[in-house]
């Protein structure tokens, strides 16, 4: 099992529309690496749902409910489905994911910009932990 940050403006795909939806397809991504990350994802690895822009705070937990498709945008890129599990109690904002020593290496603070990553299993259970 691998572990896997998604990153949205809230203004445009939010974690409320998300919920409403249960379920979506997570396509536009046009990042090679991101693309990577994406045809790496495998059904049921749990996904944090991350609100970058204004809010930039891990916000709630998905998992892959299907893997790598081609991008129905674009079938140059793909594309995965994603299914909504629970919303944090208490978002992890970004200057506290900056302040835990223990999240120091995450990827999203060395390449901010990148829209799906990957994340260890220690980073993402103590995400969770910061969230209840």
Do not use: C
């Not at 409910?65 to 140059?76: L, V």
């Not at 995450?106 to 390449?111: G, T």
């Amino acid at each position: 099992m691998n572990y896997w940050m998604v990153k949205t403006e809230p203004n445009s795909y939010s974690w409320d529309d998300f919920t409403k939806n249960g379920e979506d397809v997570w396509d536009g991504v046009r990042n090679y690496q991101a693309r990577n990350f994406l045809k790496e994802m495998q059904l049921g690895d749990p996904v944090l749902f991350y609100h970058s822009g204004k809010d930039k705070a891990v916000v709630g937990v998905a998992e892959v409910s299907q893997e790598a498709f081609p991008d129905p945008k674009d079938g140059a890129w793909v594309a995965v489905s994603l299914k909504m599990k629970q919303a944090l109690a208490n978002p992890v904002t970004l200057e506290t994911i900056k302040s835990e020593d223990r999240l120091s290496g995450m990827l999203m603070l060395r390449q901010s910009r990148l829209s799906v990553m990957s994340v260890t299993k220690d980073e993402f259970n103590v995400i969770l932990g910061l969230g209840k």
